[in-house]
T-cell receptor, first 114, second 117 residues
Framework: GENVEQHPSTLSVQEGDSAVIKCTYS??????FPWYKQELGKRPQLIID?????GEKKDQRIAVTLNKTAKHFSLHITETQPEDSAVYFC?????????????FGKGTLLTVNP | DGGITQSPKYLFRKEGQNVTLSCEQN?????MYWYRQDPGQGLRLIYY???????QKGDIAEGYSVSREKKESFPLTVTSAQKNPTAFYLC????????????????FGPGTRLTVL
C-alpha cells in the first residue's frame, strides 16, 4: 500500500521566518495531496491541497509544491505567526475506482516563537 | 466546524470491555472514516465506508468493528481483542459522488479520547 514519510517531526522558527515541511510518497498512482493543520486539542482541518496535474498552488502565506518525478511534495509557510503553531499532516490519496482513502504522514509539530 | 459530531468526548473503559464510539454527520456525505491518533504516529485508518451497508478494513482494523446502517451514522466498537486501545479516535466524512469536485476533502469530528483503566 501507499507509504507517506514526513520530515521534520518538529520545527521551531522565529516569527516572520519561513517554514518548510516535506513529504514523500511511494505509489506513483497517488494523485491527490492535502495538508491538514491540527491545533492542540482540536480536530484536523484542511488548509491546502494539490492534485497531480498541478505543480504548485498558493493561498496567501501558504503554498504547496509537487514533484511527481521525485514523488515528493512540500508545504511552505511564509511570514510565520504564533497562530501558525500546530501539528501539520501531509497525506496522499490514490483514487482507483471507488477508493478515496487517505494515507497520512506522522505529522510535524511547528512552533513559531514570538 | 459543525456538521460532524462524536460522542462522548472522553471515555474510560475497563480491560475486557467492549465500548462503542458514536459518529454522526448531517453534511449528506457519502463516505465516512475512522482514524486512530497516537503521539508521533499520525492518523492511521481503522475502517471506512463509502455507501450504506458496506465498509472496508483500513490499515489497523484488528480489534475493531463498525456498522453503517444509516448514511449519517458510523459507530465504531472497540472490542476486548484490541490490545492497546488507549488513543484519540477521530471520525471523518467526505463527499463521494462523482459530480463533486471536493470529493476527496475529509471533514473531521472533534474526536473521542479513550482511556483503558
Amino acid at each position: 500500500g501507499e507509504n507517506v514519510e514526513q520530515h521534520p517531526s518538529t520545527l521551531s522558527v522565529q516569527e516572520g521566518d519561513s517554514a518548510v515541511i516535506k513529504c514523500t510518497y511511494s505509489d506513483s498512482a497517488s494523485n491527490y495531496f492535502p495538508w491538514y493543520k491540527q491545533e492542540l486539542g482540536k480536530r484536523p482541518q484542511l488548509i491546502i491541497d494539490i492534485r497531480s496535474n498541478v505543480g504548485e498552488k498558493k493561498d496567501q502565506r501558504i503554498a504547496v509544491t509537487l514533484n511527481k518525478t521525485a514523488k515528493h511534495f512540500s508545504l511552505h509557510i511564509t511570514e510565520t505567526q504564533p497562530e501558525d503553531s500546530a501539528v501539520y499532516f501531509c497525506a496522499a490519496s490514490i483514487s482507483r475506482g471507488s477508493n478515496y482513502k487517505l494515507t497520512f504522514g506522522k505529522g510535524t509539530l511547528l512552533t513559531v516563537n514570538p | 466546524d459543525g456538521g460532524i459530531t462524536q460522542s462522548p468526548k472522553y471515555l474510560f473503559r475497563k480491560e475486557g470491555q467492549n465500548v462503542t464510539l458514536s459518529c454522526e454527520q448531517n453534511l449528506n456525505h457519502d463516505a465516512m472514516y475512522w482514524y486512530r491518533q497516537d503521539p508521533g504516529q499520525g492518523l492511521r485508518l481503522i475502517y471506512y465506508s463509502q455507501i450504506v451497508n458496506d465498509f472496508q478494513k483500513g490499515d489497523i482494523a484488528e480489534g475493531y468493528s463498525v456498522s453503517r446502517e444509516k448514511k449519517e451514522s458510523f459507530p465504531l466498537t472497540v472490542t476486548s481483542a484490541q490490545k492497546n486501545p488507549t488513543a484519540f479516535y477521530l471520525c471523518a466524512s467526505s463527499l463521494f459522488g462523482l459530480a463533486s469536485h471536493r470529493r476527496h476533502e475529509q471533514f473531521f469530528g472533534p474526536g473521542t479520547r479513550l482511556t483503558v483503566l
